[in-house]
């Protein structure tokens, strides 16, 4: 499985991936490992991923005393993002400006045009797979594309990786 931690180690809130990494291991999962500090974790468990979402959210809270979204995706489910990807020239080209956008629920009906109908700069938004992918031509730092404009498009929290990360987890799921 694959848990992305939304909004760790940003604005002072600090998650070291030493302890989460033990802090899953004390859930009861097994291999796990992280991948750079911004809450990507690799692992695997004998739960669904809703019951592995409520399990780390709980823990991050009483670990951190903070709330930490988190979604979580099977390994098949990763895989089928990954392949999903609309823009993959983009991904070829140009790996940290392509964004990939998952969401605790799938995302509502017309997220993407929601989304997209506020871009500026060339942005371009493409639901697929069950997910938002977003293009930033001129880099997602640069976006006036909010993280609540986001969320009340798609409907429920989300977090989002660049397409290296995206690649980077598929390969450590083997």
């Known amino acids: ?3 992305l931690l939304r909004a760790v180690n ?5 998650l070291p991936m030493a302890e989460l990494r033990a802090l899953c291991a004390e859930l009861g999962w097994t291999d796990v490992a992280t991948y750079i500090q911004s809450g990507n974790v690799v692992f695997a468990a004998n739960a669904s991923p ?31 993002l990954a392949a999903s990807n609309p823009f993959p ?26 989304i997209e109908a506020r871009a500026t700069a060339g942005e371009r938004v493409r639901a697929s797979g069950g997910a938002l992918w977003f293009h930033y031509p001129h880099g997602a730092g640069t976006s006036k594309l909010t993280p609540s404009l986001i969320d009340r498009a798609v409907g429920s929290p989300g977090t989002a990786r660049n397409w290296r990360t995206v690649q980077t987890l598929l390969g450590m799921l083997g």
């Open 1 to 3: 499985m694959v848990a």
């Open 10 to 14: 940003v604005g002072g809130r600090k």
């Open 89 to 114: 020239d983009v991904g070829e080209a140009e790996p940290s400006r392509l964004m990939l956008l998952v969401s605790k629920d799938p995302p509502a009906d017309g997220a993407a045009e929601t």
């Open 50 to 80: 809703q019951e592995v979402e409520t399990a780390l959210e709980a823990a991050v809270a009483k670990t951190w005393g903070y709330d930490a979204p988190t979604v979580v995706r099977t390994g098949p489910q990763w895989a089928a």
